[in-house]
C-alpha cells in the first residue's frame, strides 16, 4: 500500500556529501519506524540510521558524526545526508518503513546506488 520512492545518489569524491530521499506515497497514523540501510557488494546489509514517528533517532557507529537523518512530515519525505563520504560508504542504499500495528507492515524502496571514488 505504501511506495517508497528513493533519490538522490550517485558518484561522489571522498570527502564529499550526499543527501538521500525517501518519498513515501502517503502520510502514515500509526507509529512507524523510518530506517536507512545499504548492503555493498559480498557483504551483509547494514543498518545506517533510523528515525521514529516521535523523531527518536539512532546511528550506525560507522556513519555517526558525519550523517544526519530528519524527516519532512509535510513532504512525506526522510532524508538521510552523509558528509566526509569514504570509499567504504560505497553501496546500495535502502529505504525501509515498518509500522508498528497488528499485523506489522515493512515496506522497502528500490534502492539508490552510492558510489565513493576519485
Known amino acids: 500500500q505504501v511506495q517508497l520512492v528513493e533519490s538522490g545518489g550517485g558518484l561522489v569524491q571522498p570527502g564529499g556529501s550526499v543527501t538521500l530521499s525517501c518519498v513515501k506515497s502517503q502520510s502514515i497514523t500509526a507509529f512507524y519506524v523510518t530506517a536507512w540501510y545499504r548492503q555493498a557488494p559480498g557483504k551483509q546489509r547494514e543498518l545506517v540510521a533510523r528515525i521514529t514517528s516521535n523523531g527518536a533517532i539512532n546511528y550506525a557507529d560507522s556513519v555517526k558524526g558525519r550523517s544526519t537523518i530528519s524527516e519532512d512530515n509535510a513532504k512525506n519525505t526522510v532524508y538521510l545526508q552523509m558528509n566526509s563520504l569514504k570509499p567504504e560508504d560505497t553501496a546500495i542504499y535502502y529505504c525501509?518503513?515498518?509500522?508498528?500495528?497488528?499485523?506489522?507492515?515493512?515496506?522497502w524502496g528500490q534502492g539508490t546506488q552510492v558510489t565513493v571514488s576519485s
Open positions: 525501509n518503513v515498518h509500522i508498528i500495528q497488528i499485523p506489522p507492515s515493512d515496506y
